[in-house]
């Protein structure tokens, strides 16, 4: 076959020109701390990785998949050694998710796996509020994140000291935090909740201490799309999350426009008029059950770019069209990343302990909620409510 120059591959831009020798090419290291030549893919590695290679068939390229396998071969291999686990998020791109995610989901899958492990060690496929939730959770075990520049727009949008000071300015009024928060926010709050639970938790809490008011922060977004979906009086805060903000109602339109009879499903993240304008919101998990349950001919999930990668492996015959909004915090987790975080055991995410004793209590009060997960998705036909924003 000899050398030759490959951009594209079954009609597929490639992103790059890659040199190809004999079907295998040199793919340079992205990590300097993973040299070109440290993992390198012996037989030893294509006996242990081939079975793998058809998950991810539609993202890798065959003749990439040598520069994929020995890393992944290694990361088995350190996860075992170590007893460790990788908790993997719905974003995380296909390579991560699919071929080293031990736990994959949403955030409240995620929080609850990280209850049930008995590994030494978990490896945060996520960003920095979802390894510190696994920490509060699990103070004997080491929780390690592979970046720890992965942040995230609503949790960098509140501190503790802002609910300090709203508790003081509405006091008797339950304040109900999104766990995409740090956790000296979440040791402030009276209870956290995700967009699995957050219209469970809003009316438990306010049931038990007798109110029809609460605080939902830090996303505006979020708080708005809850009080159309329940009877209690909802004051907001003014955090939006970078990705799902990008989101318009004309947005959906004019991509129904184009894709007649698309199915939209949308994050509660998004604007309430986006929501209004979707055939169904909710979680991630929700929007790949969705997926998974009513085999929509094409569909378009209004979220991050990876969740449609992640969801169309298992859902083969469904089209996905998709609008790419990635969440720079999520893409800096990477392969390569994960292999010298589990290697050298760094980036160990910690928790104060006075703090995480209390962000504990919100955490588990969230958890022992019991909840219909159908209650979890948001009715688009209700009609929008008055939210104060503070
Ligand atoms: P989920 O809890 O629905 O997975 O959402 C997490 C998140 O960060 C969405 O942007
Ligand atoms: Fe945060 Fe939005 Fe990224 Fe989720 S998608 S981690 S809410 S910035």
Redesign the pocket.
Known sequence: MGKELVNWENGRWIGQTLEVENGVCAVPSRDPAVPDGVLEYTDEVKAATDHLYDQVSDFIPKFEWPAFAPIVHAINKLKKEKNAVILAHN?MTPDIFSLIGDYTGDSLGLAIEATKTDADIIVQG??H?MAETSKILCPDKRVLIPSMRA?????SSITGEDIKLIKQRYPGIPVVTYV?TSADVKAESDICCTSSNAVAIVESICADWGVDKVIMLP?EFLAKNVAKQTGIEVIAWHGR????ARFSAQDVRDMREANPGVVVLAHP?CPPEVVAESDFTGSTKAMSDYVGDHKPKNVILL??CSMSDNVAMANPDVDFVRPCNL????KRITLENIYTCLRDEVHEVLVPEDMREKAFKAVMDMINVKFDPVKGHFDPTLPEKDVKVI
């Open positions: 974003y996520g960003v509020f942040g995230c727009s609503l949790a995409n996303d999350c970078e990705v799902h993240e979220t991050e969440c720079p915090h999520m």
